[in-house]
């Protein structure tokens, strides 16, 4: 800004800066300092003065600043008092436009200028007044202006015809583009109101329209009029704007649009290209260009190097097509390119014009963050979902496939689509949104993938055997995103469209989800024949519990569906809860795969992950081949893992910029080199890509609209009780086999399966999460926790197979292996269960429900063994030493067993390692004092309970006391209380929860 200042002042020039109220505020007050500067100087009459840097600048009287800028939108800062009070201001009033319409009229030749502005200005206020309010309707001066110059073209165009059909047709079609499907009926009412009687055709471009026809059918296209009549709109907007806006949902047609309008002028002589960037997969910095600051120099950004080369381009047509959400920070920096300055102006000062074969083009799925100021610049086509629908998608579909089958699947189509996407609209909820037109494309994924098989194979496949193939694809893709209680009302739907081609159910609760079709009878089977079984490593006495999986009905349907996708070289998502197993799946999936032909890439996101973070990845895992091509080493094939991928941070304007330049790799099949060659595309080939995510939803992100078009999403449900009760079964049978315990031993272990779940079930329902308790959450890795205790155990005080005497003692009241067992059991649901709540009266809660469980299911006798608690640790055992060499083999043998001698025996074992410790390291490790701290301030529990402290500072100073009365060291209770407050600063918890902290921690 100095330099333009110091310029204007030696030249004498007047300088108009435009949105100067989009500078941050920090350079705002720099800029009054340095304006001051050169009014005082001419207020001093001074031929030369020195400026704010210290250099001395000639000065010409003449120069004047002038500000322009719109208050109050967002993104737009309230300029400083120092600066408002060097400037003059001047309110903007609105023009009456109808004189502005008539004079322009009259300049374009129009007689009956007077009368046809007034119409013109009339059903802008009445659309104004009675269309539907959307973030792209524009009714305001640059809108009119484009109209008139279109009316002005008509003119000289039609000499002979009618002025008022002229204007009439000018003014439909030049408003139709932009207007949402419900507005069109009402608008083109109000054009008959003011225009009664007269009907007028399109204007016509028969060279267009036979060159777009001529590009569809090659592309493989429909001929459908509503998407022909989007693309002659974006011709009529192309030939009077130079920025373009193609605003539409996901799957609507907008790219397509798009292509085939620059492949038809391409047919008509001129050739045209698309050059196309996410501004969002990148910042701004890397968008336009930077400066380095220790050296002054300028790095052209993505789009300012293909702005230049665009520029530079003389025998082609270039559209720069901005691919992404629009906000009012990145769209606004191109104010200047959009409005009739037409320029595009960088940091350092570069100002480059735009020629008139280049267009600025825009693909956002809305406008919802777009100001009026950019807005207005622009021409505006919106493309509703209704334009295109499914159906031409499918009939494209249908076009490339073998004649038998596609005159074997259109009855298909024709008979469950309509009916069962119309039915999931009005009374199922899928856990995910996804666009009608995503879903359908899932659903020819599925089938390409399907009919793979029988194309390779040259069968011919009955009607009936199409058919059941088709729902199976139908169900997975349609009814793929419900919930595990809505696939029922699907299911009884579909029955009653299909009738006798669905199975017969096999037991009460089973739906079309639970069978698939037979590839060699085409006959539908049962998933459960599909199960394959599982057998407990027996041998091991300490299996590594994260390791086994155990098959289930939902792992191997699921794993069938990632297979069928990955065959039509598609991309799938599982959608689901915690816990559900869906990073499992993947993993079980990619493992399957030949290591000599296939590597596999696990990227996990967090909220901290950012687009770069993301492309160093990518780039990280693949080379360069030829060109601008990388792919991954050694000539293999890559799949790409994306886990968690909603987790990335959703910024100020509701957009997840991380999930864009996903959304680039996945679509155009690269993303732009932020090193130099910059603006060079990298693609990256032989590559496949999986995702997962949580069910959106209580704080969990969804993923844009236009990243979901690109997968085929799958929801993955909790699994059913008798699914939970074949995981965990299996592994306790096989933990507790009848040759290595007694019969006591097994049975009691037989009857932990539903008792955890009977417990898990009702804590989830009476421990609800609230703003106090938003850690309340329940899934299935609360009951893996329980099992993973249960099963990693020591069976040395179970086992059969010991002599007499050689039992170890089994600790607290219990007195027989059973009772172990159970009160094995016992600790590991409080620790998993009660430990996790805050307050006295949760636990007691859980307390009562586990004491409860064990009265129902077990006799009186043994319940009384686990009256007393018994603990569990894995750090009594001393080091293991070789008696040869006396080397240490194991410093910290871990053997998860119980304490016989109570916390007593805790507390001074863990004392005893803490003096070790101590005595072995020269520093005091502060955070090794967490080993003591669970045995000795829980002797206090019933001290803070009983004197019923409920505030933080009470509570403390009851435990100091008891603390220094114990004469622990002055460092010990420093550690704790920074703890303490440490944590209720890091929860927000209030203040009532510290004593459950202080007990617990």
């Known amino acids: 800004m100095g330099k333009i200042y110091k310029g204007l002042a030696q030249s004498g020039l007047w300088g108009c800066f435009d949105e100067f109220n989009r500078i941050n505020l920090d350079v705002l007050s720099v800029c009054a300092q340095q304006v001051y500067c050169i009014l005082s100087a001419i207020r001093e009459r001074k031929r030369s003065f020195v400026f704010t840097d210290g250099s001395t600048v000639s000065l010409d009287p003449r120069v004047g600043f002038f500000i322009t800028m719109n208050p109050g939108y967002a993104g737009r800062q309230e300029l400083p008092e120092n600066l408002k009070a060097l400037f003059r201001g001047v309110t903007m009033m609105v023009p009456n436009r109808q004189i502005i319409i008539k004079v322009k009229l009259a300049a374009c030749g129009y007689q009956e200028n007077d009368i046809l502005s007034k119409k013109f200005f009339v059903l802008y206020g009445l659309c104004e007044q009675q269309l539907s309010k959307q973030p792209h309707y524009d009714f305001g001066l640059r809108n009119i202006l484009s109209v008139l110059r279109t009316a002005g073209a008509s003119k000289r165009a039609n000499p002979d015809k009618s002025e008022v059909y002229l204007m009439m047709r000018t003014l439909r079609d030049m408003n139709m583009s932009k207007y949402v499907a419900e507005d069109v009926p009402l608008f083109l009412s109000l054009i008959e109101d003011l225009f009664p009687g007269l009907k007028a055709e399109r204007a016509q471009f028969p060279d267009v329209s036979k060159a777009l026809e001529k590009v569809a059918i090659e592309r493989g296209l429909q001929l459908h009029q509503n998407w022909l009549n989007k693309c002659i709109q974006l011709y009529e907007t192309y030939l009077v704007r130079h920025g373009i806006m193609l605003v539409g949902p996901s799957g609507s047609g907008k790219t397509a649009i798009m292509e085939v309008l620059a492949g038809a002028l391409t047919e008509l002589g001129t050739k045209h290209v698309i050059w196309r960037m996410n501004p969002k997969a990148i910042t701004a910095p890397q968008m336009f260009g930077r400066m380095d600051p220790a050296t002054g120099d300028w790095t052209d950004g993505i789009f300012a190097v293909l702005w230049r080369r665009a520029a530079k381009n003389k025998n082609q047509n270039t559209w720069i097509v901005l691919d992404g959400p629009v906000d009012a920070i990145w769209i606004e920096n191109l104010n200047t390119v959009l409005d009739d300055n037409k320029v595009l102006t960088l940091a350092n000062g570069d100002r480059i014009l735009m020629t008139p074969a280049m267009k600025a083009m825009f693909e956002p799925e809305n406008l919802n963050n777009a100001s009026p100021a950019t807005v207005s610049r622009a021409g505006i086509i919106y493309v509703s979902d209704t334009e295109l629908g499914w159906e031409p998608v499918v009939k494209s579909w249908l076009a490339k496939r073998d004649q038998a089958q596609a005159t074997g699947l259109q009855p298909c189509f024709d008979k469950y689509v309509s009916r069962m996407l119309e039915f999931i609209r009005v009374n199922l909820r899928p856990v995910v949104y996804n666009e009608t037109a995503c879903t359908v494309g899932t659903l020819l994924t599925l089938l390409s993938a399907t009919l793979q098989k029988y194309e390779s194979t040259h069968e011919q496949l009955t009607e009936t055997k199409l058919e059941h193939l088709f ?367 805050v307050n006295t009266e949760d636990r007691a809660w859980v307390d009562k429900t586990i004491v409860d469980l064990c009265r129902q299911e077990f006799a009186p006798e043994l319940c009384k063994q686990v009256d007393e608690p018994l603990y569990f640790v894995d750090f009594l055992r001393d080091p293991v030493v070789d008696d040869e060499t006396g080397e240490v083999l194991s410093a910290h043998p871990s053997h998860y067993e119980a304490v016989p001698g109570g916390l007593k025996e805790i507390r001074t074992r863990v004392e005893a390692l803490q003096r070790r410790f101590n005595e072995e390291s020269k520093v005091m490790v502060a955070t090794r004092l967490g080993f003591c701290l669970h045995s000795i301030v829980q002797r206090f529990l019933g001290l803070l309970a009983c004197a019923g402290h409920s505030s933080e500072g009470s509570a403390w100073k009851a435990w100091e006391i008891k603390a220094q009365a114990e004469a622990l060291p002055w460092r010990f209770i420093k550690v704790v209380k920074v703890q303490i407050d440490e944590c209720a600063a890091i929860s927000n918890m209030v203040p009532v929860c510290v004593p459950a902290m202080l007990c617990y921690w």
């Open 471 to 837: 729902l199976y694809c139908l169900t997975w893709s349609l009814g793929g995103l419900l919930s595990e209680k809505e696939r029922p009302a699907f299911d009884t739907e579909l029955r009653s469209i299909a009738g006798a081609n669905l199975p017969k159910r096999e037991s009460e609760n089973d739906t079309v989800f639970e069978y698939l079709v037979d590839e060699s009878t085409g006959n539908w089977r049962h998933w459960s024949n599909y199960v394959p079984e599982w057998t407990y490593p027996v041998t091991e006495e300490r299996p590594k519990f994260s390791q086994p999986v155990i098959p289930t009905l939902d792992s191997v349907r699921y794993e069938r569906l990632l297979a069928l996708v990955h065959s039509a070289n598609g991309a799938s998502m599982l959608v689901g809860g915690p816990g559900t197993a869906k990073t499992t799946v993947v993993n079980q999936f990619l493992g399957k795969f030949n290591s000599e032909q296939m590597v596999s890439k696990t990227i996990t996101f967090s909220s901290l992950t950012s687009p770069q973070i993301f492309q160093m990845a990518i780039e990280g895992a693949v080379e360069k081949r030829q060109g601008r091509t990388y792919g991954p080493p050694g000539g293999k094939r890559m799949c790409v893992f994306v886990d968690d991928i909603s987790m990335p941070a959703i910024n100020e304007w509701g957009d997840q910029v991380t999930n864009e330049i996903v959304r680039q790799l996945l679509e155009q099949g690269g993303m732009y080199g932020l090193e130099k060659p910059i603006g060079d595309m990298k693609f990256v080939v032989d590559t496949c890509y999986l995702a997962a995510m949580n069910t959106p939803g209580g704080g969990k992100n969804d993923v844009p609209n236009r990243l979901k078009r690109q997968f085929a999403i799958f929801n993955v449900p909790l699994p059913s009780v008798a699914a939970i009760n074949g995981i965990f079964g299996k592994l306790v049978e096989g933990r507790f086999s009848p040759d290595l315990f007694t019969d006591a031993v097994v049975q009691a272990a037989r009857r932990l399966v539903p008792m955890t779940i009977t417990l898990w079930n009702k804590t989830q329902a009476k421990m609800l999460p609230t703003p106090a308790k938003f850690h309340y959450l329940f899934n299935m890795r609360e009951l893996s926790k329980v099992f993973q205790g249960v099963i990693l155990a020591e069976r040395d005080r179970f086992s059969n197979k010991l002599p007499p005497g050689g039992q170890k003692p089994y600790g607290s009241t219990v007195t027989s292996p059973e009772g172990y067992l159970l009160g094995l059991w016992v600790h590991e649901c409080r620790r998993v269960f009660a430990d996790k709540l």
